[in-house]
């Protein structure tokens, strides 16, 4: 009887865990939102000129960068591919790397804590070709 009471205790943890290893949904960092809380995870850009743009995306889940490491940056890098396609309709060149948060290409993905460097960026510079393309 002790053994089925021990069940739900040990099964709890493990869903929260397997729950963390989730990939990451497309969204949009939310960091200074007064109407919605913070979202940290997530995509941000910045176009640093025209038709250049800095895409960054992070994922800051121990368990995904633990467990399922391989799939969470293959999943960073197609976060950034397409938001790189949503800023550049007729397409762009650049692809992402994947970087520590002390490399962070934006200040609101630079980090140079410990704790941080568990969190891998996908990290890149798009280049529309409406604009630079001959």
């Not at 949904?25 to 997530?42: C, I, K, N, R």
């Not at 591919?81 to 200040?107: M, N, V």
């Amino acid at each position: 009887m002790n053994a089925l009471r021990l069940i739900p205790v040990l099964l709890v943890p493990l869903l929260f865990t397997l729950a963390g290893c989730a990939p990451l949904d497309y969204q949009a960092v939310q960091l200074d939102s007064p109407e919605q809380p913070a979202q940290t995870d997530g995509y941000i850009n910045k176009e640093v000129s025209e038709g250049v743009h800095v895409i960054e995306v992070r994922h800051e889940s121990l368990p995904a960068m633990m467990l399922t490491k391989e799939r969470t940056l293959s999943n960073l890098k197609d976060i950034w591919h397409r938001r790189a396609s949503e800023l550049c309709k007729k397409g762009y060149q650049g692809e992402p790397e994947i970087i520590r948060p002390d490399e962070a290409r934006t200040d609101e993905f630079y980090c140079t804590l410990n704790v941080c460097q568990k969190y891998l960026l996908a990290s890149g510079v798009a280049y529309c070709k409406a604009t630079y393309e001959l």
